[in-house]
């Protein structure tokens, strides 16, 4: 409760907030209260819902225009009875070795990001998954059900056992660097969303599958306990950006490329962004032109350039018009320009949006006692929804209190 009345009284230090009730509303007994009357005394249904990000050190632009600005679109957009819970899954990183000071500090840079963007711990919960066990609890329910041959087929597994053996025959695979956090991966992620009953989880296309897992085991647990326990999590679709590595295009620009050249972290100073970008992989062709295929370091910042200037406000979103037309038109009214020049623009319109987020959250992450304070209500909230499924769930098995 300490926690929560600080919150109250220090919410003022991040700017991007709104007004909104406090966390009355998020206690969910059962699916039957995922429902909710209008004012004409319908029920409809509302919404749930979930999403995690990795605490693997500060956020890079594509995260940013991929993920969390949509994160925040559904918070500005959620129904009042709406429930949103955004979450620091730090169990996910475990997959890796990791160094325990390191792991911990990056989950509060990771919250301070969260917070800078405009996520607001009044209106969504911000949490830390590692701090709410029932994570665990129903991951290892759920690994006792899962089909090991629906693991073998997640992508994720196939791609990293191909990097593992990386042989021309079976004899010279090694696989001495996979465990078995790695394979039972999607299954913690299930856990992460069933935990919550979540009805709808924005995810991109390279995690599609794994929320067609969480489906999967929400209706085999249902059918098997003859009890809608779990609602099937539905795919929220966003106007995602892919933003590819500035050094090789071909790739997704990731926080685990071996070169810092090839992603803009949120949080990088002013000369580090223009540096980047004035030495980002175009190609020998004369001006500017939207060709994916041909011309993928051109298309890529134009991409950049394009999102960047939606979210100031510069040019309206366009979200009616196909990305590809938009992208072209966009070409076609800088075609002229020379590389430098281009750049130059680029520069222009990812300082301006990477600006206030930079200065917000060196603001909120010098105050680590207000953080500590926003992990610790959200906890407090996740910890309360948590317990309230699986008190239904331990009902169907051996981990009920064997006094009742």
Same mark, same amino acid.
């Given at each position: 409760?300490?926690?929560?009345?600080?919150?109250?009284?220090?919410?003022t230090r991040t700017t991007r907030v709104q007004t909104l009730p406090h966390?009355?509303?998020?206690?969910?007994?059962?699916?039957?209260?995922?429902?909710?009357?209008?004012?004409?005394?319908?029920?409809?249904?509302?919404?749930?819902?979930?999403?995690? #990000?990795?605490?693997?050190?500060?956020?890079?632009?594509?995260?940013?225009?991929?993920?969390?600005?949509?994160?925040?679109?559904?918070?500005?957009?959620? &129904?009042?009875?709406?429930?949103?819970?955004?979450?620091?899954?730090?169990?996910? &990183?475990?997959?890796?070795?990791?160094?325990?000071?390191?792991? *911990?500090?990056?989950?509060?840079?990771?919250?301070? #990001?969260?917070?800078?963007?405009?996520?607001?711990?009044?209106?969504?919960?911000?949490?830390?998954?590692?701090?709410?066990?029932?994570?665990?609890?129903?991951?290892?329910?759920?690994?006792?059900?899962?089909?090991?041959?629906?693991?073998? /087929?997640?992508?994720?597994? !196939?791609?990293?056992?191909?990097?593992? /053996?990386?042989?021309?025959?079976?004899?010279?695979?090694?696989?001495?660097?996979?465990?078995?956090?790695?394979?039972?991966?999607?299954?913690?992620?299930?856990?992460?969303?069933?935990?919550?009953?979540?009805?709808?989880?924005?995810?991109?296309?390279?995690?599609? $599958?794994?929320?067609?897992?969480? /489906?999967?085991?929400?209706?085999?647990?249902?059918?098997?306990?003859?009890?809608?326990?779990?609602? +099937?999590?539905?795919?929220?679709?966003?106007?995602? !950006? *892919?933003? +590819?590595?500035?050094?090789?295009?071909? $790739?997704?620009?990731? !926080?685990?490329?071996?070169?810092?050249?090839?992603?803009?972290?949120?949080?990088?100073?002013?000369?580090?962004?223009?540096?980047?970008?004035?030495?980002?992989?175009?190609?020998?062709?004369?001006?500017?032109?939207?060709?994916?295929?041909?011309?993928?370091?051109?298309?890529?910042?134009?991409?950049?350039?394009?999102?960047? /200037?939606?979210?100031?406000?510069?040019?309206?979103?366009?979200?009616?018009?196909?990305?590809?037309?938009?992208?072209?038109?966009?070409?076609?009214?800088?075609?002229?320009?020379?590389?430098?020049?281009?750049?130059?623009?680029?520069?222009?319109?990812?300082q301006t949006t990477l600006a206030p987020i930079r200065d917000e959250y &060196?603001?909120?992450?010098?105050?680590?006692?207000?953080?500590?304070?926003?992990?610790?209500?959200?906890?407090?909230?996740?910890?309360?929804?948590?317990?309230?499924?699986?008190?239904?769930?331990?009902?169907?098995?051996?981990?009920?209190?064997?006094?009742?």
């Amino acid at each position: 409760m300490q926690a929560q009345l600080r919150i109250a009284t220090n919410i003022t230090r991040t700017t991007r907030v709104q007004t909104l009730p406090h966390h009355s509303p998020y206690v969910l007994n059962s699916v039957h209260e995922a429902l909710r009357y209008t004012s004409s005394g319908q029920l409809t249904p509302r919404k749930t819902i979930f999403s995690g #990000i990795q605490p693997t050190g500060i956020p890079h632009l594509g995260n940013y225009l991929g993920a969390l600005v949509n994160w925040v679109n559904l918070q500005r957009n959620a &129904a009042p009875a709406d429930r949103l819970f955004f979450s620091i899954v730090g169990l996910h &990183a475990l997959t890796l070795p990791q160094n325990p000071i390191k792991l *911990r500090q990056e989950r509060l840079d990771t919250l301070a #990001i969260l917070l800078a963007v405009g996520l607001d711990p009044r209106r969504s919960v911000i949490f830390c998954q590692d701090q709410v066990p029932q994570h665990a609890e129903l991951a290892w329910m759920l690994n006792c059900t899962t089909p090991i041959g629906k693991l073998q /087929r997640m992508t994720t597994w !196939k791609s990293k056992l191909a990097t593992a /053996r990386n042989a021309n025959s079976t004899d010279e695979i090694d696989e001495s660097h996979l465990n078995l956090g790695l394979f039972a991966y999607p299954v913690l992620q299930a856990a992460d969303i069933l935990l919550y009953r979540a009805t709808h989880v924005p995810v991109g296309e390279d995690q599609q $599958q794994h929320l067609e897992l969480s /489906r999967d085991l929400a209706d085999l647990f249902n059918r098997t306990h003859k009890e809608r326990v779990f609602p +099937l999590p539905q795919h929220i679709i966003t106007p995602a !950006k *892919r933003i +590819l590595s500035l050094r090789d295009p071909s $790739q997704k620009m990731s !926080k685990s490329a071996p070169h810092p050249a090839s992603r803009i972290l949120l949080t990088d100073p002013p000369e580090t962004i223009e540096k980047k970008i004035k030495s980002a992989v175009t190609d020998s062709e004369r001006g500017v032109g939207y060709d994916p295929a041909a011309r993928p370091g051109v298309a890529n910042l134009l991409t950049i350039l394009d999102a960047c /200037r939606a979210l100031s406000g510069e040019t309206p979103p366009g979200e009616s018009e196909d990305t590809s037309t938009r992208l072209e038109t966009l070409a076609s009214e800088i075609s002229t320009l020379s590389h430098a020049d281009f750049k130059r623009l680029v520069n222009d319109a990812v300082q301006t949006t990477l600006a206030p987020i930079r200065d917000e959250y &060196a603001r909120i992450r010098a105050d680590e006692s207000y953080l500590r304070d926003v992990a610790e209500a959200g906890r407090m909230r996740a910890f309360e929804v948590a317990e309230s499924t699986m008190a239904d769930i331990r009902i169907h098995s051996i981990t009920v209190d064997l006094n009742d």
